[in-house]
């Protein structure tokens, strides 16, 4: 992806999803993956796919199970 196009899917993001704490993070080095953010936490990988002259971007968000509130406790069945 080139710097104008992660500016362009940043603005989109941004306005759908209505927060400026969206960013897209460039990679350190050319071929590395391009990284979504919220504020600084980086929350998935953004990938550019060209197909028969269509071009298209593919987020994958992955939430680690640490980063959940815990679960509530099983609500327990009434004697009746």
Known sequence: MTRTDMDRVQAYLRRLLGSDRI?????????LTVELAVDEEV????YEDR??????YAINIT??????PPAPAPARARRG
């Open 23 to 31: 960013n897209i993070i460039t990679p350190a080095r050319p071929g």
């Open 43 to 46: 929350i998935g990988t953004i």
């Open 51 to 56: 197909d028969e002259g269509e071009l298209s």
């Open 63 to 68: 939430v680690l199970g640490e980063d959940l």
